[in-house]
């Protein structure tokens, strides 16, 4: 069974947890409400933005994983799509959520490998594959 998600105090918590610098996307995100920090188990973290989706076609949210080793795997629910290979090691799958609010659907799932760690960048909302590629390579 999985370990349940630990909150986290903030970026630099997450840093000493991971036991190195967490990395982060370096391109700029939609503007964010606030951020959720986490512990996933032992060196191993999730940062989440919850974006501002006040406004229509805006999305509601974007998380980021990082450890040394694989994320655990998550069902994302009826009608999820296979992952699929989308460029330089990423691997995508997504799944419509009808039943979440319209800023919270389709959810993405994007995985890949990095510098020795598991990365997964996982979206809800109504973003486009070439945004959350973006975000993916931009991950240092």
Do not use: F, K
């Not at 990365?119 to 809800?124: D, K, N, S, V």
Request: hydrophobic content about 40%; some cysteine.
């Amino acid at each position: 069974m999985a370990e349940e998600p630990q909150p986290l105090e903030g970026i630099a918590e997450a840093d000493a947890h991971l036991g190195r610098e967490v990395p982060l996307p370096r391109v700029p995100l939609p503007l964010t409400r606030w951020v959720d920090v986490y512990a996933c188990g032992p060196r191993a973290v999730e940062v989440a933005w919850n974006l501002d989706d006040t406004r229509d076609a805006q999305p509601g949210r974007v998380s980021l994983y990082a450890g040394e080793a694989a994320p655990p795997e998550r069902s994302l629910g009826d009608g999820a799509t296979d992952a699929a290979p989308v460029g330089d090691g990423v691997t995508h799958r997504e799944a419509p959520l009808s039943e979440a609010q319209p800023s919270l659907r389709p959810v993405h799932e994007l995985l890949w490998r990095r510098d020795g760690l598991h990365l997964r960048l996982t979206a809800q909302g109504p973003w486009s594959l070439s945004a959350l590629l973006a975000i993916a390579q931009s991950v240092a």
